[in-house]
């Protein structure tokens, strides 16, 4: 919740944000028409992914950014289609 | 063990409806299964018997991935709405959007987290608490004003720590790019993905008094203009 009010006093000020989040919280980013999102389905505390998961990490930044050229109206929330990912190494 | 031990320690005489609660802020206080108090008694005893039944399958596959899958899908279902729930404190119909403005391979863009990092050498309010006063005093907090911390984009990711009391912060101490990626940003500006980096990026701990945030908002949103920046990612936890 506290980051819908900083994404909407951000987009009101002219500033575009996209927002990366875990499934857990999507009612919230829906109740506060976070205007772009991805939405991983991730444990809570890793919304991009496990802890050097570097390819993950930037995949799921490179379809938050994406939102930014691709997104017409504020609630464009999107599911990131890949699961966690178990490190084994 | 003595008979006047703590029954949500020893376990003893403990109902299961106490061992479920006892994660969330009690006495076994594991911020990640915390979930499992707004599950019903029946479900949060159908994710244990699913998780166990999978613990037992990869002692032949070596296999982890299930019950972690399980783990996100009680989650999930923990954190849904239920019906009997308050009205959420704030809910709208729409919001507002800021067309974009250029390709993000051209943009200045910024970074800003919920996750309560911050820079070890400026310890925000309350200063030198640790984590598991953080999660003492998770109450305290939702009540609070947060403190907006600012990290310059050039920090070394070993002088960043963090402290939140909602939730289970070990990867965030890891790796702080699970949710603060300060080193994915530099990577994809070097690959030509974005165009240029904030000077300065932002944290605070989401878990803080939503007034109270809201009052600060406008003092926040000047800091990050002058910031220059075309676009933000907002990393809520």
């Known amino acids: ?9 951000l987009e009101e000020a002219g500033i575009a944000t996209t927002t990366i989040m875990v499934e857990a919280f999507r009612h919230r980013a829906e109740q506060m028409v976070v205007p772009r999102a991805v939405i991983t389905r991730f444990p809570m505390g890793r919304p991009l992914g496990a802890p050097h998961d570097t390819d993950r990490h930037l995949d799921v930044m490179r379809m938050a950014f994406s939102l930014l ?11 990131y289609p890949q699961a966690y990912r178990v490190q084994t190494a | 063990m003595s008979d006047d031990a703590d029954a949500s320690v020893t376990g003893v005489g403990e109902t299961f409806d106490e061992f479920r609660r006892s994660f969330s802020y ?21 994710f244990l ?4 039944q999978q613990l037992g399958d990869a002692y032949d596959t070596g296999d982890v991935s299930p019950m972690i899958e399980t783990a996100i899908e009680a989650q999930i279902a923990g954190y849904a709405p239920k019906p009997a729930d308050m009205p959420p404190m704030f ?3 729409s919001g507002p959007f800021a067309p974009a403005k250029t390709q993000v391979s051209e943009a200045t863009i910024g970074l800003l987290t919920t996750s309560g990092h911050f820079l070890e050498d400026d310890d925000p309010e309350p200063e030198g608490m640790t984590q598991a006063e953080a999660v003492d005093r998770i109450s305290e907090s939702l009540r609070g004003t947060p403190t907006l911390s600012e990290i310059p984009r050039t920090s070394d990711v070993e002088s960043i720590t963090v402290r939140h009391g909602g939730y ?3 990867s965030a101490a890891i790796d702080p790019n699970v949710s603060f990626p300060i080193d994915r940003m530099n ?10 980096l904030a000077s300065t990026y932002f944290s605070f701990p989401g878990a803080t008094s939503q007034g109270r945030l ?3 908002l406008d003092a926040w949103i000047d800091r990050i203009k002058a910031e220059n920046l075309d676009y933000m990612l907002l990393v809520p936890v």
């Open chain 2, 91 to 93: 809910e709208f119909d």
């Open chain 1, 1 to 9: 919740m506290s980051v819908g009010h900083v994404a909407r006093g």
């Open chain 1, 69 to 79: 050229e691709t997104a017409t109206e504020s609630g464009t929330i999107v599911s």
């Open chain 2, 49 to 52: 018997a699913t998780v166990l």
């Open chain 2, 168 to 170: 289970d912060i070990t």
């Open chain 2, 187 to 196: 990577e994809l500006e070097r690959d030509g993905t974005i165009g240029a």
């Open chain 2, 214 to 216: 809201k009052r600060e």
């Open chain 2, 26 to 46: 009690g006495s076994r206080g594991n911020l990640n299964f915390k979930f499992m108090k707004s599950m019903s008694e029946a479900d949060a005893a159908a």
